[in-house]
């Protein structure tokens, strides 16, 4: 028998195994959300806005969470509310807002258990670091099919050198720090990102 023949296309298995464990770190964290009182939908802008700490407009906001802009403002003024966001007028132009994380919202964000560390706690060093390199190639694919909202991501980023010392363990190039890097070091969410476009 050919198991090739009567298995389901791998790309399928894959989806699938993917879609859930992707269930499992969204449940973990929408306990998590619960237990700080807010939604997940809160829960996940508070974090791209408390890792911003000069501030982001709402729209970046929106785009991040993949909701409308009506949506992601309802989720700001509940926050606002809540004590865990401000609004200021930005400086880049004084009629539009800019929303930053108050010390509370920082500090909530800093204790916030990720899903996905149980998950990915059962892996080697090895098999995590391989991972890795996947979910990054996948964040950049999907950021160049204008899939998903801008990442900070080392390959999208000015400073960024890929693959200058091919054959090496440290095959990247870091321009902003000056520093070689292995694929394990490359970021996913880089305050010091600027963008190569």
Not at 135 to 140: A, G, N, Q, S
Not at 152 to 181: L, S
Not at 186 to 195: F, I, M, N, P
């Amino acid at each position: 028998m050919n198991l090739d023949q009567i298995t389901e296309p791998l790309n399928q298995r894959l989806a699938r195994g993917l879609a859930r464990i992707a269930a499992v770190a969204r449940q973990l964290n929408w306990q998590a959300a619960e237990v700080a009182g807010l939604s997940p939908t809160q829960a996940d802008i508070l974090g791209f806005i408390a890792n911003r700490p000069e501030g982001v407009r709402l729209t970046k906001v929106a785009a991040h969470a993949g909701v409308s802009k009506a949506t992601a403002s309802e989720a700001v003024a509940a926050m606002e509310r809540k004590g865990l966001v401000r609004k200021y007028a930005d400086a880049s132009d004084g009629r539009a807002l800019a929303l930053t994380a108050t010390a509370e919202g920082r500090r909530i964000i800093q204790a916030w258990p990720s899903g996905f560390a149980p998950i990915v706690a059962g892996l080697s060093q090895a098999e995590q670091e391989a991972l890795f390199g996947l979910v990054v190639k996948m964040i950049r694919q999907l950021q160049q099919r204008q899939m998903i909202a801008p990442q900070r991501v080392c390959a999208t980023c000015r400073y960024f050198r890929e693959n200058v010392a091919p054959g090496t363990t440290t095959p990247h190039f870091c321009a902003f720090v000056g520093a070689p890097m292995a694929g394990r070091h490359l970021r996913v969410d880089c305050a010091e990102h600027e963008s190569a476009a």
